[in-house]
């Protein structure tokens, strides 16, 4: 018969590894620096959607969220079906804020339309130019806003097959808890609700803007990833092209549209970008790695 007090060891023993190696392994986990690169606003325009797909294919973008009342939604949507690997997002819309270029929403909703019948430019009041109108202050009404996200969510799900999470376009979820609720219940409903948010995922300092040349722009977003810690981190962007279509896009306070979005571009397929990345050990992740 074997001995019990020496069985009894090497149980303890056998537990004080298994434990080891868990606490080694959560660990290392713990200290790893993760980035979510996620890029907006595919289908607003053909500059966008391709910028979108070369940043994917040849740079450094995960993510990406499609406007589906946008005007080049289609295509977008055609890109993504020759590239399921790409992991997608409903960018959800309640506003058409350029002033060369409008969408309407899918649905019936006077209470969310101007008197053209196009999205309000704005969600809140903006002060640059206050006689443009804002659904904030719009007697909108909750049912036909749900009538429109539905009815964007399930377009986007008949045309593009690997979606996995919802977001929102210039934060319409917030025009109140009610919309805010909706947003998530939606989310939960059609199985979109990855929310990095509420997983533990951190915005990073800004570094873009159109006050920044590409230069200073790469500059910017080096410095930023030399100084990210521990974590996942979430980076949100527009890429774009400086050509004609994106020249004649923009609203009062955010001017020169296309240089802009083509620096982020750059800054997204950049050799050094990349070399810092990996230099870093910065992993790149998707809305789906958080699940």
Avoid at 13 to 34: D, E, H, M, Y
Avoid at 150 to 155: C, G, P, V
Avoid at 228 to 255: A, I, S
Wanted: hydrophobic residues 40%; charged residues 25%.
């Amino acid at each position: 018969m074997k001995n019990p007090i020496l069985i009894l060891r090497r149980i303890v023993g056998l537990c004080v590894l298994a434990c080891s190696l868990t606490f080694s392994s959560c660990s290392a986990q713990s200290n790893k620096t993760r980035l979510l690169i996620r890029i907006d606003d595919m289908g607003f325009s053909h500059a966008a959607n391709v910028a979108c797909l070369e940043t994917y294919k040849s740079g450094i973008a995960r993510s990406v969220e499609v406007i589906v009342p946008g005007p080049w939604f289609e295509e977008a949507a055609q890109m993504l079906r020759e590239h399921p690997e790409l992991d997608a997002g409903v960018h959800l819309v309640l506003t058409s804020e350029w002033s060369n270029l409008k969408w309407r929403p899918l649905t019936q909703a006077p209470s969310l339309v101007d008197e053209d019948g196009y999205f309000f430019p704005m969600i809140w009041q903006n002060q640059r130019f206050p006689e443009l109108g804002y659904l904030k202050s719009q007697d909108w009404v909750l049912s036909e806003i749900e009538a429109e996200w539905r009815a964007q969510i399930e377009l986007a799900k008949k045309k593009i097959p690997q979606l996995s999470h919802l977001s929102d376009h210039m934060g319409c979820r917030h025009i109140s808890p009610a919309t805010k609720n909706l947003f998530y219940q939606l989310a939960k409903e059609y199985g979109l609700d990855i929310h990095w948010e509420n997983l533990g995922v951190k915005g990073t300092p800004s570094w873009s803007g159109n006050q920044y040349s590409a230069a200073e722009k790469e500059g910017r977003f080096i410095e930023m990833l030399e100084n990210l810690g521990p974590g996942d981190w979430l980076v949100v962007e527009h890429p774009g092209y400086d050509v004609p279509e994106l020249q004649t896009v923009g609203h009062k306070g955010y001017e020169n549209v296309g240089v802009d979005r083509d620096g982020v571009t750059k800054v997204f397929l950049s050799k050094k970008v990349a070399e810092v990345l990996q230099k870093s050990n910065i992993e790149l992740i998707s809305y789906k790695d958080l699940k």
